[in-house]
């Protein structure tokens, strides 16, 4: 089972490779790690999912790096999850019509054709991402590069309307 | 005008704002810049030799005072070596501040001579690290290291100082507030929590406290004597926690765990609930853990909260500083009147007791059994000696058959279970309680890792003793090859006579004494005493067969333990 972590990390040298070092040591599974700024520059924003059951320990392990802030364990549903990929396809000219149909359908844009191929940038949810990949699979998928997940909690607030239209 | 100073002199004049007495270390070319301001500092620095020792010396000062041991070496091999102590110190929980020197900013990750990435190496051996950029920063990063080392879950602290840094100017500013956002460790244990543990008290049968060395780091002892007392609950003190409540108290029953006594351990497997307190379900103490204590709830006092639940699930967790959380549950325990009548719980184990004590049999015709030069040591000293032991049998036995009256008169590495861990120990443990008898109880094997250390001790004039338990073997080790191996023993014998361990001590610097017989024991130790000017090492001439026991096999269930030789037909 996949969970979805942020982690709030002071904006510091060697702060992910604390963090990586941490997972490895303690035998830890990292599915996909996104780091990147947040609203204030003194602090990193960590987006990791991990497999695996041992949560509690994960979660108290990551409180225990110096350096760490805040740990947010997002239950499902509760987060929106949005992760952006480049995958590149054959696209035979006889086909290219139809998988840029398609890719329409996705709403992924093509970013570069060449002679025999076709590359599309997709973002969205991660469902959407595996969903769009299952369905290029019928023409070859040449190389894919995917950013790994990145996640904020949902707007209280707001919580059933962005529900609905995630 | 603002004071300017030399990154090197802030260093120093950093070290002295938090008030240390002594450094161990030793210099290079990197950490050079920092010796020099050391001439005129009031610190004083023993100069080891060998920057493991150094490490070892911090902590065993940091054990035996409470205080905050710091160690100060080269970068590159310098570092490297340092990295056992600071593993050791991480295991145990040892507030460490150890100084790396560095290569200049400008080299770092040139490969440059006696480089090493002293920073990334040390991160899983430290608590918290830091590589210093600018001069500027040392005040805040040398408190910083203090406070995190010495505070919540108590461990070492490594700041790497590169050469350009130690050479740069800067003008000289007392160290602000610590800022760390994302450390806050709790002290207080949760009101609810504290009432729920009591409940679970008043409701045992047969509790036992399981108490770790999180007790002595915490200064609790008193409180526990009088938690303990109230409660009428009998206590096991691991390894890490002898001394923590006195050996002679009848509701103590000693170490628990592989090694432990059959009390200890029994006690355990049979109660219903364990009031542990800083101990962590380590593999030594629970054995199996499917078949650890399988009738008992547990609280878990620990002020590391990622300890609770890590090794073994706890009814009631209570994270919190074990001095703070023994008040309030003394507190709350008054509040609730008189407790449970526990006699015939404590009639069970005394009974054990009784039945099942620590044996050993001494041949007057020899060879010498360790158990004896312990028990031998205990009575001359009248107990008073602070007792430092290496790794492998000689301390299983020092920590079974040695009476621990108080705190921090013990040390040893536990957790990681460092060989040679002893001599410098013993050497820091000395020169932070001068006035105390520090002896070490080595190994053979121990001895000759560390044994140079024994240069330093003289030359500083730091006149620890210690004695050598020479078996011949790396004892343990040739112990698990006898009981799993069908004895078949594979490098684990040593030389009966090279190094000559007498001659050794003498070239030294030290006095070497030697007894063969157990007719001579008690003699060399009395001989050993009388000396305390310089440093004095007893060899032993011991019994290259024997086992400790009881003994729980690795991995096995603590119910199965095998108590003799005999239990092995």
Same mark, same amino acid.
């Given at each position: 089972?996949?969970?979805?972590?942020?982690?709030?990390?002071?904006?510091?040298?060697?702060?992910?490779?604390?963090?990586?070092?941490?997972?490895?040591?303690?035998?830890?599974?990292?599915? *996909?790690?996104?780091?990147?700024?947040?609203?204030?520059? !003194?602090?990193?924003?960590?987006?990791?999912?991990?497999?695996?059951?041992?949560?509690?320990?994960?979660?108290?392990?990551?409180?225990?790096?110096?350096?760490?802030?805040?740990?947010?364990?997002?239950?499902?549903?509760?987060?929106?999850?949005?992760?952006?990929?480049?995958?590149?396809?054959?696209?035979?000219?006889?086909?290219?019509?139809?998988?840029?149909?398609? !890719?329409?359908?996705?709403?992924?844009?093509?970013?570069?054709?060449?002679? !025999?191929?076709?590359?599309?940038?997709?973002?969205?949810?991660?469902?959407?991402?595996?969903?769009?990949?299952?369905?290029?699979?019928?023409?070859?998928?040449?190389?894919?590069?995917? *950013?790994?997940?990145?996640?904020?909690?949902?707007?209280?607030? *707001? !919580?059933?309307?962005?529900?609905?239209?995630? | 005008?603002?004071?300017?100073?030399?990154?090197?002199?802030?260093?120093?004049?950093?070290?002295?704002?938090?008030?240390?007495?002594?450094?161990?270390?030793?210099?290079?070319?990197?950490?050079?810049?920092?010796?020099?301001?050391?001439?005129?500092?009031?610190?004083?620095?023993?100069?080891?030799?060998?920057?493991?020792?150094?490490?070892?010396?911090?902590?065993?000062?940091?054990?035996?005072?409470?205080?905050?041991?710091?160690?100060?070496?080269?970068?590159?091999?310098?570092?490297?070596?340092?990295?056992?102590?600071?593993?050791?110190?991480?295991?145990?929980?040892?507030?460490?501040?150890?100084?790396?020197?560095?290569?200049?900013?400008?080299?770092?990750?040139?490969?440059?001579?006696?480089?090493?990435?002293?920073?990334?190496?040390?991160?899983?051996?430290?608590?918290?690290?830091?590589?210093?950029?600018?001069?500027?920063?040392?005040?805040?990063?040398?408190?910083?290291?203090?406070?995190?080392?010495?505070?919540?879950?108590?461990?070492?602290?490594?700041?790497?100082?590169?050469?350009?840094?130690?050479?740069?100017?800067?003008?000289?500013?007392?160290?602000?507030?610590?800022?760390?956002?994302?450390?806050?460790?709790?002290?207080?244990?949760?009101?609810?929590?504290?009432?729920?543990?009591?409940?679970?008290?008043?409701?045992?049968?047969?509790?036992?406290?399981?108490?770790?060395?999180?007790?002595?780091?915490?200064?609790?002892?008193?409180?526990?004597?009088?938690?303990?007392?109230?409660?009428?609950?009998?206590?096991?003190?691991?390894?890490?926690?002898?001394?923590?409540?006195?050996?002679?108290?009848?509701?103590?029953?000693?170490?628990?765990?592989?090694?432990?006594?059959?009390?200890?351990?029994?006690?355990?497997?049979?109660?219903?609930?364990?009031?542990?307190?800083?101990?962590?379900?380590?593999?030594?103490?629970?054995?199996?853990?499917?078949?650890?204590?399988?009738?008992?709830?547990?609280?878990?006092?620990?002020?590391?909260?990622?300890?609770?639940?890590?090794?073994?699930?706890?009814?009631?967790?209570?994270?919190?500083?074990?001095?703070?959380?023994?008040?309030?549950?003394?507190?709350?325990?008054?509040?609730?009147?008189?407790?449970?009548?526990?006699?015939?719980?404590?009639?069970?184990?005394?009974?054990?007791?009784?039945?099942?004590?620590?044996?050993?049999?001494?041949?007057?015709?020899?060879?010498?059994?360790?158990?004896?030069?312990?028990?031998?040591?205990?009575?001359?000293?009248?107990?008073?000696?602070?007792?430092?032991?290496?790794?492998?049998?000689?301390?299983?036995?020092?920590?079974?058959?040695?009476?621990?009256?108080?705190?921090?008169?013990?040390?040893?590495?536990?957790?990681?279970?460092?060989?040679?861990?002893?001599?410098?120990?013993?050497?820091?443990?000395?020169?932070?309680?001068?006035?105390?008898?520090?002896?070490?109880?080595?190994?053979?094997?121990?001895?000759?890792?560390?044994?140079?250390?024994?240069?330093?001790?003289?030359?500083?004039?730091?006149?620890?003793?210690?004695?050598?338990?020479?078996?011949?073997?790396?004892?343990?080790?040739?112990?698990?090859?006898?009981?799993?191996?069908?004895?078949?023993?594979?490098?684990?014998?040593?030389?009966?006579?090279?190094?000559?361990?007498?001659?050794?001590?003498?070239?030294?610097?030290?006095?070497?004494?030697?007894?063969?017989?157990?007719?001579?024991?008690?003699?060399?130790?009395?001989?050993?005493?009388?000396?305390?000017?310089?440093?004095?090492?007893?060899?032993?001439?011991?019994?290259?067969?024997?086992?400790?026991?009881?003994?729980?096999?690795?991995?096995?269930?603590?119910?199965?333990?095998?108590?003799?030789?005999?239990?092995?037909?």
């Amino acid at each position: 089972m996949k969970h979805v972590i942020a982690v709030i990390v002071e904006n510091k040298p060697g702060v992910l490779a604390r963090v990586s070092s941490m997972f490895a040591r303690r035998g830890f599974n990292i599915h *996909s790690l996104t780091v990147g700024p947040t609203e204030d520059d !003194a602090m990193s924003r960590m987006t990791v999912v991990v497999d695996g059951p041992e949560m509690e320990q994960i979660i108290k392990q990551l409180y225990k790096l110096v350096h760490t802030v805040k740990v947010t364990e997002f239950e499902p549903g509760t987060a929106i999850e949005r992760e952006i990929m480049l995958v590149r396809v054959n696209a035979d000219p006889k086909r290219r019509g139809e998988i840029l149909d398609a !890719a329409r359908v996705w709403e992924a844009r093509a970013v570069d054709v060449g002679v !025999a191929t076709i590359t599309f940038e997709v973002t969205g949810p991660p469902e959407r991402l595996a969903d769009f990949l299952q369905l290029m699979n019928a023409y070859g998928i040449v190389s894919l590069a995917k *950013s790994g997940r990145i996640a904020l909690p949902r707007d209280q607030k *707001s !919580a059933k309307k962005q529900l609905k239209t995630a | 005008m603002p004071e300017q100073l030399t990154g090197a002199e802030a260093l120093i004049r950093s070290l002295e704002y938090e008030g240390v007495e002594v450094v161990f270390g030793m210099p290079g070319g990197a950490i050079l810049m920092a010796y020099d301001p050391l001439i005129e500092s009031p610190i004083r620095h023993v100069l080891a030799r060998h920057e493991q020792g150094a490490g070892h010396m911090a902590s065993g000062y940091a054990h035996a005072t409470g205080k905050v041991g710091v160690a100060v070496v080269t970068s590159g091999p310098a570092a490297t070596n340092l990295l056992t102590a600071l593993q050791d110190a991480y295991m145990d929980s040892v507030p460490i501040v150890a100084i790396t020197g560095q290569v200049a900013t400008t080299a770092i990750g040139n490969d440059a001579f006696q480089e090493a990435h002293t920073w990334g190496m040390s991160m899983p051996a430290t608590k918290h690290n830091e590589l210093i950029t600018s001069a500027d920063e040392i005040p805040d990063i040398i408190r910083e290291a203090f406070h995190l080392a010495s505070t919540g879950r108590k461990g070492p602290v490594l700041v790497d100082v590169p050469k350009d840094v130690l050479a740069a100017t800067m003008t000289w500013h007392r160290p602000g507030a610590v800022r760390l956002p994302g450390y806050r460790p709790a002290v207080k244990g949760h009101p609810r929590q504290v009432k729920a543990a009591v409940d679970l008290i008043e409701q045992s049968e047969h509790p036992v406290l399981y108490v770790g060395g999180g007790v002595i780091a915490a200064g609790a002892a008193e409180e526990l004597e009088q938690f303990a007392e109230m409660t009428q609950i009998p206590m096991v003190t691991t390894l890490m926690a002898r001394g923590a409540f006195p050996d002679s108290h009848p509701l103590n029953l000693g170490m628990p765990g592989m090694h432990g006594t059959y009390t200890a351990t029994t006690a355990m497997q049979r109660s219903d609930l364990l009031v542990t307190i800083g101990a962590r379900f380590d593999d030594r103490i629970t054995g199996d853990p499917k078949h650890f204590a399988p009738e008992a709830k547990v609280i878990h006092v620990d002020v590391d909260p990622a300890e609770i639940g890590k090794n073994r699930f706890a009814d009631v967790p209570i994270v919190g500083d074990a001095k703070t959380v023994l008040q309030q549950l003394i507190t709350e325990t008054e509040r609730r009147g008189p407790q449970p009548n526990r006699e015939e719980w404590l009639a069970t184990v005394h009974d054990w007791q009784g039945t099942y004590p620590l044996a050993y049999e001494q041949n007057p015709e020899g060879p010498i059994q360790q158990q004896y030069v312990i028990e031998e040591m205990l009575r001359i000293t009248e107990g008073d000696a602070t007792i430092v032991a290496g790794v492998g049998q000689h301390q299983m036995w020092a920590s079974q058959f040695w009476r621990f009256e108080e705190p921090r008169r013990w040390i040893n590495s536990g957790g990681l279970g460092t060989m040679g861990y002893a001599i410098p120990a013993a050497i820091g443990a000395k020169v932070g309680t001068p006035d105390e008898v520090v002896f070490a109880i080595d190994g053979d094997g121990c001895f000759q890792m560390t044994g140079t250390e024994l240069i330093t001790a003289a030359v500083e004039n730091i006149p620890i003793k210690v004695a050598v338990m020479n078996n011949a073997s790396l004892g343990m080790v040739k112990q698990w090859q006898n009981l799993f191996y069908d004895g078949r023993l594979s490098q684990t014998e040593l030389s009966p006579t090279v190094p000559d361990f007498v001659k050794f001590a003498e070239a030294c610097g030290g006095v070497g004494l030697r007894a063969d017989h157990p007719s001579e024991v008690a003699e060399v130790i009395e001989q050993a005493l009388a000396i305390n000017d310089r440093v004095v090492v007893v060899e032993f001439t011991c019994d290259p067969e024997a086992m400790v026991f009881p003994m729980v096999p690795a991995g096995g269930s603590n119910d199965d333990l095998i108590l003799s030789r005999e239990d092995l037909a």
